[in-house]
């Protein structure tokens, strides 16, 4: 058995053994400078380099969560949204086209935008994108907003395996069942709450404000979401009593413990297929267009990997963090770490001595976040 066969086939241990065990995967890793002709071609390189596209997607449908946190008209001074804090819409529609190009059967774009019931499209637009560039890049491209039923029936009950930190369970728009392949893409970033924020904190978002919101029905989801998601943020308030509450009802109410938890517990409910972290330009010191003392950076490099835990690993190294560090240690100075809770799930490896990085090294693309000053 060749190592490549051994991380792809390493089983679950019981606890007490999970660092060692939980698997790992390839991580492709590359230099890209710009949004523009290099994009496509650099991403299907990366594609091959972790097992090639077709593979994962033809003939499947394909649930993409992308990261448009915050509002439309919220904008880091004169740079748009894409550049700094959502992923930028050419990295999805280039990666979409690759999906198509590889056989892809549908993909639906999937966001639970913060407070809103609009569709997709219409919370894009008043962004100054341009939907049907994304809905065009592929055959069979639809959007849906997941922060309440869209256009499903109900809500689809996704239990967590070894019955997770805080949740059991989690009931999520269709879109996050009804599909073969989930993939995550997400901005290269640091987070006030979990410390970083990248394939795996993109999946807080996955959650219906109409019942993990502030405004949440209290019985049954509520008609429209109101409020954000306070209650599994830092809250005290459970969610609708048509989903499962919390197990511990008592587990302390502080951001950087829930936070990296709920996160945890939501990739290990709903796996990631694949993740794809947007690191060409970004930002510094924060999630969101309105982070004080935030600056806009360059890094110039894209990660994408088939274990949303171990793609998460390299792109905290390449932040200059090591992706083994825990509460009390940089970029989890006031937080758990959600490689660590992600991990003790038996989501994957976020031991770098495991994962096999292929492309650039991380060395040549490093770029510290903590000493960063303006390159974009």
Not at 85 to 106: D, K
Not at 143 to 158: A, D, K
Not at 326 to 347: I, N
Request: contains cysteine; hydrophobic residues 40%; proline residues 7%.
């Amino acid at each position: 058995m060749t190592r490549r066969e051994w991380i792809a086939g390493a089983g679950v241990a019981p606890a007490g053994a999970l660092r060692a065990q939980a698997p790992a995967a390839l991580v492709a890793l590359a230099r890209c400078a710009s949004y523009g002709a290099e994009l496509a071609p650099a991403l299907a390189r990366m594609f091959d380099q972790i097992g090639g596209l077709a593979r994962l997607v033809q003939g499947k449908t394909v649930a993409v969560k992308i990261n448009l946190t915050g509002n439309p008209d919220s904008r880091h001074g004169y740079y748009p949204a894409g550049v700094t804090h959502w992923t930028h819409e050419n990295v999805i529609g280039a990666a979409v086209h690759l999906m198509g190009r590889a056989g892809a059967r549908r993909i639906r774009l999937l966001e639970s935008p913060w407070k809103s019931a609009e569709p997709i499209e219409e919370f894009i637009l008043a962004a100054g994108w341009d939907p049907q560039v994304l809905l065009n890049a592929a055959p069979r491209v639809e959007f849906e907003n997941t922060n309440y039923l869209g256009r499903g029936r109900r809500y689809h009950r996704m239990p967590t395996p070894r019955g997770g930190h805080i949740f059991r369970a989690f009931d999520l728009n269709h879109s996050y069942e009804e599909c073969d392949v989930f993939v995550s893409i997400a901005k290269l970033k640091e987070h006030l709450t979990a410390g970083i924020t990248l394939s795996m904190k993109n999946c807080f978002g996955i959650t219906p404000c109409t019942i993990y919101g502030d405004g949440a029905g209290a019985e049954e989801p509520g008609l429209t979401p109101r409020g954000g998601r306070g209650p599994i943020h830092s809250g005290n308030r459970q969610p609708s009593r048509s989903a499962l509450p919390e197990s511990d009802p008592k587990s302390p109410r502080e951001g950087g413990y829930r936070v990296p938890r709920v996160v945890a517990d939501l990739v290990a409910a709903r796996p990631v297929h694949l993740a794809i972290i947007d690191g060409i330009q970004t930002q510094t010191r924060g999630e969101g267009s309105g982070t004080r003392g935030s600056v806009v950076v360059a890094p110039g490099v894209l990660l994408a990997g088939t274990n949303c835990v171990s793609t998460d690993a390299i792109g905290a190294a390449v932040m200059g963090f090591d992706p083994m560090a825990d509460r009390g240690t940089a970029p989890f100075e006031t937080c758990d770490s959600t490689l660590r809770l992600a991990e003790e799930l038996g989501v994957g490896s976020r031991d770098p001595k495991r994962i096999e990085v292929i492309g650039a090294r991380i060395e040549e693309v490093r770029f510290d976040f903590r000493r960063a000053t303006a390159t974009a």
